[in-house]
């Protein structure tokens, strides 16, 4: 896929609300619960959002049927891992999930085993050791030729590509039923962030909310303006340290940066206002939003049936 024109998100804040984070809770049951608020009228039908763990079944889904589709144009193909939900929690604007920091901190033990496991990727081995016709080869049938492409614009600007064709393309018009409304359907919906976050961070009910956190973790021994701060931060805090010093000093941090985004409710009005201004939003698109509910239902459908894919 290709941007031709790249729209600059700001801070972390936007990086996980476009990629659909969870922003961290002790209850381990909220990831069974919809994300992005309550159900919807779509097409005169009550339409919720996908679960976490209902995500995770339909990308396995797509990595086998890649690999059928590689098998048949004469290529092996490896499934790469899928995230997990722990893994997704990675990256979150601000940490309020306490066991979760205790475990993993930052994320760093999650990040260590994601980047061992795309170093020791299959997929990447076999590609390398291919002659460069054979690569071209591999490549065209995995990710299809971008001479003949789906294109969309961006809400925010910028214009997004990707081949119709390839074992990618085909994966998903098995699950999506129709590929290329799904792309402009996903890629509408989820780049609607740049519209709307500049006025989340903007609201009197957030920037309370941060002052009063960054209060706590002062009163905690850890003067920090707001989570940004950290995660910009976050290398310096740990330079000259080896991995399990550098793993206890995150732990240390994110459990004080998760004890004080509870006291203060720091992570429920995040979540709260990006409800808010994400349906807001919405509005303006309609029949993209209804598209991209509803194919995601039809995609956790197929995953779960393969007959019918």
């Given at each position: 896929m290709k941007v031709k024109s790249s729209v600059l998100l700001s801070v972390a804040f936007i990086a996980c609300l476009a990629a659909g984070c969870v922003v961290g809770s002790e209850n381990p049951k909220e990831t069974e619960q919809p994300r992005k608020g309550e159900a919807v009228?779509?097409?005169?039908?009550?339409?919720?959002?996908?679960?976490?763990?209902?995500?995770?079944?339909?990308?396995?889904?797509?990595?086998?049927?890649?690999?059928?589709?590689?098998?048949?144009?004469?290529?092996?193909?490896?499934?790469?891992?899928?995230?997990?939900?722990?893994?997704?929690?990675?990256?979150?604007?601000?940490?309020?999930?306490?066991?979760?920091?205790?475990?993993?901190?930052?994320g760093r033990p999650l990040e260590i085993a994601a980047e061992k496991a795309r170093r020791s990727d299959p997929n990447a081995a076999y590609y390398n050791a291919l002659p460069k016709k054979e690569r071209i080869r591999y490549s065209r049938a995995l990710e299809g030729d971008f001479a003949d492409t789906i294109s969309v614009e961006l809400p925010a600007g910028g214009t997004v590509q990707t081949p119709r064709e390839g074992c990618l393309a085909e994966a998903r018009e098995r699950l999506y039923v129709d590929y290329p409304t799904w792309f402009r359907?996903?890629?509408?919906?989820?780049?609607?962030?740049?519209?709307?976050?500049?006025?989340?961070?903007?609201?009197?009910?957030?920037?309370?909310?941060?002052?009063?956190?960054?209060?706590?973790?002062?009163?905690?021994?850890?003067?920090?303006?707001?989570?940004?701060?950290?995660?910009?931060?976050?290398?310096?805090?740990?330079?000259?340290?080896?991995?399990?010093?550098?793993?206890r000093a995150e732990v240390k941090l994110a459990v004080a940066e998760a004890e004080c985004a509870r006291e203060t409710s720091l992570g429920e009005t995040a979540r709260s206002l990006e409800g808010e201004y994400r349906k807001k939003t919405l509005n303006d698109y309609p029949e993209e939003f209804a598209n991209y509910r509803q194919m995601r239902m039809t995609a956790l459908s197929r995953a779960r049936n393969p007959e019918s894919r």
């Open positions: 009228d779509v097409a005169g039908e009550r339409v919720r959002d996908l679960t976490v763990a209902e995500e995770i079944e339909i990308d396995r889904a797509e990595r086998e049927l890649v690999e059928k589709c590689m098998e048949r144009q004469g290529h092996p193909y490896w499934p790469v891992p899928v995230a997990g939900v722990e893994q997704r929690k990675v990256g979150v604007y601000v940490v309020d999930d306490v066991d979760w920091a205790r475990r993993y901190g930052y359907a996903e890629k509408t919906v989820t780049g609607l962030t740049p519209l709307y976050v500049p006025r989340i961070h903007r609201d009197t009910r957030l920037v309370t909310a941060v002052t009063a956190w960054s209060r706590c973790m002062n009163e905690s021994g850890n003067p920090f303006k707001n989570p940004d701060e950290i995660r910009q931060k976050r290398d310096s805090l740990v330079k000259g340290m080896n991995a399990s010093q550098a793993q």
